[in-house]
Nanobody
């Protein structure tokens, strides 16, 4: 499974960005997809996760500001992260992740990072 992430960039505090992550595999073979971020000198942390039955999980720091969603029928293999009210502390490299369970084995896939920079 390959993941292609895009949408990062430079934005002022209070602004918005939308990240996209497209999987090469059918979305129906994926159990969940999510976004993680890693700021310089810090560990990679979960930002948001979409369980492909519909439920979502958000980090406390982004709840109410970020929204993870799945694309429509024309983009069903794509998951989006809409980020609003961005803060300088949201600055990080954002990584797309997909989890797949096959015959009891867990597989985790990562996309290339996309840099989000929020200026004050």
């Amino acid at each position: 499974v390959q993941l292609q992430a895009s949408g990062g960039g430079l934005v002022q505090a209070g602004g918005s960005l939308r990240l996209s992550c497209t999987t090469s595999a059918s979305i129906h073979s994926i159990n969940s997809m999510g976004w993680y971020r890693q700021a310089p000198g810090k560990q990679r942390d979960l930002v948001a996760r979409l369980i492909l039955g519909g439920s979502t999980i958000y980090a406390n720091s982004v709840r109410g500001r970020f929204a993870i969603s799945r694309g429509n029928a024309k983009a069903e293999n794509t998951v989006y992260l809409q980020m609003t009210s961005l803060k300088p502390e949201d600055t990080a490299v954002y990584y797309c992740n997909a989890d797949q369970y096959l015959s009891g084995t867990h597989y985790a896939f990562w996309g290339q990072g996309t840099l989000v920079t929020v200026s004050s």
